[in-house]
């Protein structure tokens, strides 16, 4: 059974760099689509981004100037920086699986159980 | 902004249909799959639906998903209490900008 797990500081000071790290066990990393979505309280699901094995990357032109991922395939790992944070972009952050169904078209079949990181001084 | 629309709320009561619908545009529904997903109280999203209308293992019958032009629909018959929750569709746009929509939250009275 694939498991996806976040991790990362849960607190964040304005202007600095939210930095998180999803663990991939029970299955390989290679050959998927991962990416970070998050939700602040009470409200809707928003995609970051995604990188797919090989490194390539598509994130969210809302927030493309902010967002870094890689990928380290040997750690069954991926992770996320969103530079100069703000009080906005204290949410839940979701790392998820992406099965391929066509370029840049997938869906997210395994979720990690999210991890609250909040901006605050 | 969600470029996929859905209604914030529905309800029902047991034993009852329900459908929650989801519109969009020739270039995100019209053109590309539709997904939907469950998200519990307190818990992570799960997918439901993919490629429009196909149940991963698990799911149950009772859910079913439907595609028509630029718009989609996900029934729940039979409703349970169990199925209060958030439901999202998703479709990919070609902007990229993200397959959401808005969610709607369903109340099972």
């Known amino acids: 059974q694939v498991q996806l797990q976040e991790s990362g500081p849960g607190l964040v000071k304005p202007s600095e760099t939210l930095s998180l790290t999803c663990t991939v066990s029970?299955?390989?990393?290679?050959?998927?689509?991962w990416s970070w979505i998050r939700q602040p309280a009470g409200k809707g699901l928003e995609w970051i981004g995604r990188i797919y094995t090989s490194g390539s990357t598509n994130y969210n032109p809302s927030l493309k100037s902010r967002v870094t991922m890689s990928v380290d395939t040997s750690k069954n790992q991926f992770s996320l920086k969103l530079s100069s944070v703000t009080a906005a972009d204290t949410a839940v952050y979701y790392c998820?699986?992406?099965?391929?169904?066509?370029?840049?078209?997938?869906?997210?079949?395994?979720w990690g159980q999210g991890t609250l990181v909040t901006v605050s001084s | 902004q969600s470029v996929l629309t859905q209604p914030p709320s529905a309800s029902g009561t047991p034993g009852q249909r329900v459908t929650i619908s989801c519109s969009g545009s020739s270039s995100n529904i019209g053109s590309n799959y539709v997904y939907w997903y469950q998200q519990l109280p307190g818990t992570a999203p799960k997918l439901l639906i993919y490629?429009?209308?196909q149940r991963p293992s698990g799911v149950p019958d009772r859910f079913s998903g439907s595609k028509s032009g630029t718009s989609a629909s996900l029934a729940i018959s039979g409703l349970r209490s169990e199925d209060e929750a958030d439901y999202y569709c998703?479709?990919?746009?070609?902007?990229?900008?993200?397959?959401f929509g808005g969610g709607t939250k369903l109340t099972v009275l």
């Open positions: 998703a479709a990919w746009d070609d902007s990229l900008s993200g397959p």
């Open positions: 490629r429009n209308n």
């Open positions: 029970g299955g390989s990393i290679s050959s998927y689509y």
């Open positions: 998820a699986r992406g099965i391929a169904v066509a370029v840049n078209q997938y869906y997210f079949d395994y």
